[in-house]
């Protein structure tokens, strides 16, 4: 009896405490902050007070921020004053020494799947002198049929012999992804914008 009462009473503080696992329904959704301006932080873009001959380290302390937070360079044009990278796979709890998102959910959902960022940068000339450095980060979810490297349903036991043998290799390079936009990263612009202005 008092083990009964023991598990009944462990399931009820359970029950109690999980609480509801599903999200919010379509025809009510939570209410979302309205964009940008619910971030507070640096104004993108940032003005860098810095005479009209400076441009070149503006523009080169702009390519080491992005290969100190782990971008690769894709398109650097200097006369243009843009600059494009490479996606990079963004780190989640298990790479907590490599520079990514700073919000500890953000890390999560980036734990449990595949999310990536593309930095484009921007810098113009400012009218009083100085220069605007504009940052844009685009967030983007990976959408698999399946996981990678899913063995359910993978194994087939056959119980008639073949002659004919047919191996597959299994490359887990070999897979066609797609990628979901999933708008901008202002946590990630805040940071970055941050590091560029640190330096001046």
Same mark, same amino acid.
């Given at each position: 009896?008092r083990? *009964?009462?023991?598990?009944?009473?462990?399931?009820?503080a359970?029950?109690?405490?999980?609480?509801?696992?599903?999200?919010?329904?379509?025809?009510?959704p939570?209410?979302?902050?309205?964009?940008?301006?619910a971030?507070?932080?640096?104004?993108?873009?940032?003005f860098v007070?810095?005479?009209?001959?400076?441009?070149?380290?503006?523009?080169?302390?702009a390519?080491n921020?992005?290969?100190?937070?782990?971008?690769? #360079?894709?398109?650097?044009?200097?006369?243009?004053?843009?600059?494009?990278?490479?996606?990079? #796979?963004? &780190?989640?709890?298990?790479?907590?020494?490599?520079?990514?998102? &700073?919000? @500890?959910?953000e890390?999560?959902? @980036?734990?449990?799947?595949?999310?990536?960022?593309?930095?484009s940068?921007?810098?113009?000339p400012?009218? %009083?002198?100085?220069?605007?450095?504009?940052?844009?980060?685009?967030?983007?979810?990976? =959408?698999?049929?399946? &996981?990678?490297?899913a *063995?359910?349903?993978?194994?087939i036991?056959?119980?008639?012999?073949?002659v004919?043998?047919?191996? %597959?290799? #299994?490359? &887990?390079?070999? +897979?066609?992804s797609?990628? #979901?936009?999933?708008?901008? =990263? +202002?946590?990630?612009e805040?940071?970055?914008?941050?590091?560029?202005?640190?330096? +001046?």
């Amino acid at each position: 009896m008092r083990r *009964t009462l023991w598990t009944a009473w462990t399931g009820l503080a359970l029950g109690l405490l999980s609480g509801c696992a599903t999200g919010p329904l379509l025809d009510n959704p939570l209410p979302l902050p309205p964009g940008p301006t619910a971030i507070e932080g640096e104004a993108n873009p940032v003005f860098v007070p810095q005479g009209p001959m400076s441009y070149r380290n503006v523009y080169e302390h702009a390519l080491n921020v992005l290969a100190d937070f782990g971008f690769e #360079i894709l398109e650097a044009n200097a006369w243009e004053g843009r600059i494009e990278t490479m996606p990079r #796979i963004a &780190p989640g709890f298990l790479q907590f020494l490599k520079p990514g998102n &700073p919000d @500890s959910y953000e890390r999560l959902l @980036s734990t449990l799947q595949t999310y990536r960022h593309r930095v484009s940068i921007l810098i113009q000339p400012a009218q %009083t002198g100085g220069f605007f450095i504009h940052v844009t980060v685009l967030k983007e979810l990976e =959408d698999l049929p399946r &996981p990678v490297r899913a *063995t359910a349903g993978a194994a087939i036991f056959r119980t008639d012999n073949n002659v004919e043998r047919q191996f %597959t290799v #299994i490359d &887990p390079t070999v +897979f066609e992804s797609n990628w #979901i936009p999933k708008g901008r =990263d +202002f946590q990630v612009e805040q940071v970055l914008l941050g590091k560029l202005k640190c330096g +001046f």
